[in-house]
């Protein structure tokens, strides 16, 4: 059966798929008004030096990766334009 609603609820109704972008309620469990910016805790020296390391070891990899793929489309490239002469000069 379908739910009755007044002429008011009717007038400014509240969906549930739109998208407000100020919401009057916190939406978030512990979300507060007051916008306190949460502490980052301080890690020991040891344990920055391990971050840091492995953050200087993937930038590595990812350097790698991209040298060896603009190596590797650098030959397809090459080995396209040499197929396309060759059918070019046997027809």
Same mark, same amino acid.
């Given at each position: 059966?379908?739910?009755?609603?007044?002429?008011?609820?009717?007038?400014?109704?509240?969906?549930?798929?739109?998208?407000?972008? /100020?919401?009057?309620?916190?939406?978030? $469990?512990?979300?507060?008004?007051?916008?306190?910016?949460?502490?980052?805790?301080?890690?020991?020296?040891?344990?920055? /030096?391990?971050?840091?390391? $492995?953050?200087?070891?993937?930038?590595?990899? $990812?350097?790698?990766?991209?040298?060896?793929?603009?190596?590797?489309?650098?030959?397809? /490239?090459?080995?396209?334009?040499?197929?396309?002469?060759?059918?070019?000069?046997?027809?």
């Amino acid at each position: 059966m379908a739910i009755k609603r007044t002429r008011k609820q009717k007038e400014s109704p509240r969906y549930n798929f739109l998208y407000s972008w /100020a919401p009057s309620q916190p939406s978030v $469990k512990r979300e507060s008004k007051n916008g306190k910016q949460a502490q980052i805790p301080k890690l020991p020296a040891a344990k920055r /030096a391990e971050i840091q390391a $492995k953050d200087e070891a993937t930038v590595r990899i $990812k350097k790698d990766l991209k040298k060896s793929l603009i190596a590797i489309s650098f030959v397809l /490239a090459l080995e396209l334009v040499v197929y396309l002469a060759w059918k070019r000069i046997l027809s």
